[in-house]
């Protein structure tokens, strides 16, 4: 299976989700459960976890909590 790094953004203004998997539907429909306002797929890229936890190296002075990130438009 392709695994992709995704950025997931919560409603129109809210935070931006930036992880990884293999099944990325199962796992939008499992943040989605939990979510208050609708999620939308921002950007989609092939990698695993090498690569998410360099997006996170990259975004870290706009970390909230956990992979939750402020929104940037380079994401």
């Known amino acids: 299976a392709v695994s992709v790094v995704y950025f997931i953004r919560e409603g129109a203004t809210g ?3 930036i ?5 990325l539907a199962d796992r939008v429909q499992s943040l989605q459960t939990e979510a208050k306002r609708p999620l939308r797929v921002l950007r989609l890229v092939r990698g695993s976890f090498q690569e998410e936890r360099a997006l996170h190296f990259r975004f870290a002075p706009l970390r909230r909590y956990g992979e ?3 929104y940037v438009p380079e994401m």
């Open 68 to 70: 939750w990130f402020d």
């Open 15 to 17: 935070r931006v989700k």
């Open 19 to 23: 992880g990884t998997s293999g099944v």
